[in-house]
């Protein structure tokens, strides 16, 4: 069966640090990939999604990039961090719920920039 | 507008209760519909598809009325376990997941 992981699971960074976390999945070959952020009390809100190796789309312009350097790998980075850059950021893969496509999350990291 | 409304609650119950979430839609054009759950500090989690005949999953009923672009989430007997903000999500291609902002459950003893 499929299973993602992210880490780290918790970070807290200054302002102006650089930030890298990652997403991998296991069980499955060449699987879409997303980047999402809930800020706090919102909605989760599409950042990044990925068809295949070295293939990003941004859905919005913001401080964050993605990067795809292997088929189950997934990256989100920034140069420099701003305080609106704290929330709850999560990977998500597409896959199957009966004869449906939908995405399935994995567990978060949640960023405070101080 | 937004794309995809919900009353955000919360809706507090007492355990046995049947509660009921609404969800609107904006785009006619949305393809596929579901619920999902998320515990607090938690990934959203799929709960169930939504289907215009209805459907239903144990004490969870979910039905879909894509003429008034209207999604609900009916829970019986609730349970303690059943706490949490429940999204409800519209897709209009499997790349875009179209989020509400969640309705909170609060069952209490």
């Known amino acids: 069966s499929q299973t993602i992981h992210q880490w780290p699971a918790t970070l807290v960074q200054p302002v102006g640090s650089p930030l890298s976390l990652e997403c991998t999945v296991e069980g499955t070959s060449n699987p879409n990939l997303y980047w999402y952020r809930q800020a706090a009390g919102r909605g989760l809100q599409l950042l990044f999604y990925s068809v295949g190796i070295g293939q990003i789309s941004s859905e919005v312009p913001q401080n964050l990039s993605a990067s795809r350097p292997q088929d189950r790998q997934f990256i989100l980075s920034s140069k420099k961090l701003l305080l609106s850059d704290s929330g709850f950021y999560l990977c998500a893969w597409r896959g199957l719920a009966g004869k449906k496509e939908t995405q399935y999350f994995g567990p978060g990291t949640r960023l405070l920039v101080l | 507008r937004k794309e995809v409304e919900q009353d955000p609650g919360p809706f507090n119950v007492p355990e046995g209760a049947t509660v009921a979430f609404n969800c609107t839609y904006s785009?006619?054009?949305?393809?596929?519909f579901f619920w999902y759950r998320q515990d607090c500090r938690k990934e959203p989690k799929l709960l169930m598809s939504?289907?215009?005949s209805g459907n239903e999953d144990g004490r969870f009923t979910a039905q879909l009325n894509r003429a008034s672009q209207y999604i609900s989430l009916l829970i019986r007997d609730s349970k303690l376990s059943d706490s949490a903000t429940y999204l409800c999500v519209v897709i209009r291609n499997t790349d875009k997941l179209i989020f509400g902002t969640g309705t909170r459950l609060q069952v209490f003893p």
């Open positions: 785009n006619s054009a949305s393809q596929s």
């Open positions: 939504v289907y215009s």
